[in-house]
């Protein structure tokens, strides 16, 4: 709270999702680990492909947050909203785990 009380310019509380990236021999293997990531709720999952053939599986989760605290060095939550905002993202980083 301190910091954010001395900040001048904006300010956004925020919390990215989990993303794993696995580099697979097959694209078969790619796509029984994408199968089982969504199964698993991991609906942003995908798998790329690269131009030399490289094939990732990117387990991506859904659990992000992006909340603006301060505009212009003004606060513009109060002190509870943003303790509850932790409480949120200690709960997606729960789920991640």
Request: charged letters at 20%.
């Given at each position: 709270m301190t910091a954010l009380e001395k900040a001048t310019?904006?300010?956004v509380?925020?919390?990215e999702p989990?993303?794993?990236h696995v580099l697979c021999q097959e694209l078969q293997d790619a796509q029984m680990l994408h199968a089982v990531a969504v199964d698993s709720g991991f609906r942003n999952s995908g798998i790329t492909v690269g131009r030399g053939g490289k094939i990732t599986m990117?387990?991506?989760s859904t659990h992000c947050l992006e909340v603006p605290l301060s505009h212009k060095g003004r606060l513009m939550v109060s002190e509870?909203?943003?303790e509850f905002l932790v409480h949120v993202a200690n709960q997606?980083?729960?789920e991640n785990i």
């Amino acid at each position: 709270m301190t910091a954010l009380e001395k900040a001048t310019g904006d300010v956004v509380f925020k919390f990215e999702p989990f993303v794993l990236h696995v580099l697979c021999q097959e694209l078969q293997d790619a796509q029984m680990l994408h199968a089982v990531a969504v199964d698993s709720g991991f609906r942003n999952s995908g798998i790329t492909v690269g131009r030399g053939g490289k094939i990732t599986m990117a387990v991506r989760s859904t659990h992000c947050l992006e909340v603006p605290l301060s505009h212009k060095g003004r606060l513009m939550v109060s002190e509870e909203y943003i303790e509850f905002l932790v409480h949120v993202a200690n709960q997606k980083m729960e789920e991640n785990i």
